[in-house]
């Protein structure tokens, strides 16, 4: 854009339009430096929760009325608010409002003077996540990017006395510091291909004889790589099971869900960028992501470290609306039909998944054998409230009626029988009731088996705010799984 | 544009000539008589004592870090400093040193922040 | 033909400047001796020439036929390249300094300088940024303890002033509007109270003292620190290559003080006289350039060496926070129409 005067682009740059389509990001990231400040002032470390629950609670709110009412393409295009926006963003805050909230007590002494460097994470991450799925310029996902993982990395080595900790931290700034290289690569790629950055100018060039050549297959494919190793896809999940199982269970909660709900958010609306021959190659990433997670979860005795390999075959799950979008020949009706499937699958996948992770996080406190498929067994005679609990999540995750997580399932399905894929959606489905296997396994140890003979009865008691967030998970879970219509016509 | 910059070319030129050149002609002329120990590594005439290949202070770690994060955030200060004048003139001044008092302000409470953790404190 | 002409000029232009500052480097070495000589009580050098004026030049000769010591262990190519690491970064500065408003050679319009940029305060800066490299490589490959604390110590100090050298640059670039030295030069010809020394006080004194420290000059000379570590990051170097980071080290410091004298004390501008030819321009450039050199040297013998811890809390707990505060005065003052 060019301007006429000083004035004109002194106006564009300080448009107020703008505002109520950023007011999200800018609460959270005020918030987060906020968070930052209170520890060097003295005496203010006691207004720690106030700040997050008035900070994710504004963003809530801020993203709620985009929902209605949203502002469109702002900011000379590099940032859009719609109404997907708008939930993926009420997802984030939310997601890291329960999160945080399973952190409570979760720490030992030794973390308590670094505690408001850890609540900036919840903050920051839920605004790096909002960039990222509002972003039409693939800088500006980097940006959110960023944003995000930084923090995460930090976190994901929280528990320094902790060799596990230190390892997973080290291994995802690693991992991560290699996605990014290879997504900004591609991103430079297609800016020598195409000589723009923007995703509107992208989509609009699509059909020229421009995206045929080899360097904006290769800058798509970088990007799209660079991408994928944020949501795990096979070949690059290796890093998730060291990670998710080292990292503090608050923090993996985060990072399973926030991390992929925010990179899909963007990836599914860039997919186009992918020519329509790689149909059957991301059908075959995602089957291969969906054998790999289900494999590898089969054989955990560690319950976080099954839920890890769970998170990569629901990544692969998810990815097969690209394959159908794909298969589609890019149709743009199709496109928005696999990106709120996504959206329903991931918000399912959001109350599941959080809720889960936080109870492990909660049992973590009582001991962390008791996180394993052994430490479990016979737990619904001693805590049958937490157990029935971890029982829906189960279910949800195995894509049982009734729950979020089948018409999750569903709805990709459809998009793959919308497409005739029968093939590919068969063996989805195959997957997925291999999946049931280990989450059937956890709820046969819940209920079925007798107290572990080395039980001590360690029995600590729920917290009220644990309670609440699980109390919240589950009706989340159940919400979306008897009244999915409810949820889709938000998207209008 | 280009011509500006021809006469650094051929300045790079000229400075990494004379480098090259005083590099080269020490190692033809200089003397060459190697002899034992010659070789060692001054450590006020004791013998060295393992490796300086050693692990440092993880201060100067921190230094660099802090240095890159205060030095890019200065250097996006740099376009408004050379057009605050012109800006002044158009008649939006105040409101660009308005939006630049909110970046300094930030760069102020970072500072803080560092400060405060103990960053700055070199022998702690 | 044009061309021809034009290339031939800039050839000139770096024959008499370049060769001039490469003069004046070793000179100052020389100055450096006999100025702490007579602070002393000594003669100083007196034997090669009159007044020992030809010493450099001896120097230069002798450090030709030394030998070259490579210490065991050291890492080559590192070791190698490093002293003209250090040196062709400083080097690199004078490319832009003016020596006077309009230049006396045949069809080349501008000021004297062999390139007049119009961001060449960040060139300067960027290029002198650089020569960190060579003082953190050539102490490192070393494979010396004394050399790695030295090139450790100088580059943290290196950087940690550098950013109240920039902030200090800003306020002036605020002042004039312009990133060119010949802007910031040109905007106060005139009078001697156009200089900028009197509106920016305080960027002027962070600036200097920023110089000593970017310099390591005394008193931050903790990178050569005799009594603690030797000669610092040189201990292992000997021959040209010795004389390298030296000549790189004086050119380093005849820039900063160019840009001293040209940013606070109006440059090659005469005072009171405005339109000067040009050879008094730069003669009284010169001037301003051998003022502020003779000051590093009154300063090594005058100053007691700080302690490193103080230098850094001085730069990082003062200097920035000073810096920062004195762009943001200089900018509401601009805003409000006052400068």
Known sequence: MTFQSTQDAFDAAFSTAALPAVLPAVILSVGALLMLLIEIVPGARASRPIVVLATLVGALFANFTQLSDPAGPVLDGIYASTPETAIWGMLFAAGALLAWVYSIGYYGEKARPFLAEHDMLFLSAPAGMTLMVCSQDLLMFFVGLELLSLPLYARAAFRRERHDSVEAGLKYFLLGAFAAATYLFGASLLYLATGTISVMELKMMMGDTITTTPVFLAGAGLLVAGIFFKISVFPFHMWVPDVYEGSPTPVTTLMA?????????????????????????IAAIALLTMAAGNLGALVQTN????????????????????????????????????????????????????GSFGLLAMLERDGEDLT????????????????????LFMLSLGGIPATGGFFGKWFVFTVLVQEGMYGVAILGALMSVVALGYYLRVIVNLWMEPLDEADTGRVAPVTLPAGIATAVCALGVLVLGLMPGWFLDLLG | MLNDYLPILIMVGA????????????????????????????ECGLAPKGDSRMRISI?????????????????????????????????????????????????????????????????? | MDMLISVLVILAKITCIFGGVITLAALTTLAERKVSAWIQFRHGPNRVGP??????????????????????????????????????????????????????LYQDTGPLAIANLDLSVLFILAFSGLSIYGVILGGWASNSKFSLLGALRASAQMISYELALLLSVAAILLMAGSANLVDIAN????????WYIWKQPLAFLLFLIATFAETNRHPFDFAECEPELVAGFHTEYSSMRFALFFLGEYCAIIVMCAMTCTFFLGGFHVPFWADAPWFVQAGMFLAKICFFLFLFIWVRWTLPRFRFDQLMGLGWKTFLPLALLNLFVTGALVAAGVY
């Open chain 2, 15 to 42: 400075v990494v000539g004379f480098g090259i050149v005083n590099l080269v002609i020490s190692e033809l002329l200089g003397a060459k008589r190697r002899v034992v120990g010659k070789g060692q590594a001054y």
């Open chain 1, 257 to 281: 869900t926030g991390t992929k709900a925010a990179a899909f958010g963007f990836l599914i609306p860039i997919s186009f960028l992918l020519p329509t021959e790689a149909t059957g190659l």
């Open chain 3, 51 to 104: 007044w020992g004026i030809l010493q450099p030049l001896a120097d230069g000769v002798k450090f030709i036929y030394k030998e070259e010591l490579v210490p065991d262990g050291a890492n080559q190519v590192m070791f190698y390249l490093a002293p003209a690491m250090v040196a062709m970064p400083a080097m690199m500065g004078i490319a832009v300094l003016p020596f006077a408003a309009v230049s006396p």
């Open chain 3, 187 to 194: 905007d106060q010809q005139g009078s001697i109270f156009n």
């Open chain 2, 59 to 124: 201060h100067f770690y921190l230094v660099a870090v802090l240095f890159i994060l205060f030095d890019v955030e200065s250097l996006l200060l740099l376009p408004w400093a050379i057009s605050a004048k012109s800006l002044t003139a158009a008649g939006v001044g105040g409101t660009v040193f308005a939006e630049v008092t909110a970046f300094v302000v930030v760069l102020g409470l970072g500072l803080a922040y560092v400060w405060r953790k103990g960053g700055l404190t070199w022998d702690r």
């Open chain 1, 372 to 391: 394993t498929m052994r430490g479990i067994r016979g737990l619904a005679r001693r805590r049958p409230a937490v157990a029935a609990a971890m029982t």
């Open chain 1, 303 to 354: 319950i976080k470290r099954m839920l890890a390999y769970s998170g990569v075959a629901h990544a692969g799950t998810i990815l097969l609306v690209i394959a159908g979008y794909l298969a589609s020949g890019r149709d743009d009706a199709i496109g928005e039909q696999a990106l709120h499937a996504a959206l329903f699958y991931l918000a399912a996948y959001l109350f599941t998944s959080t």
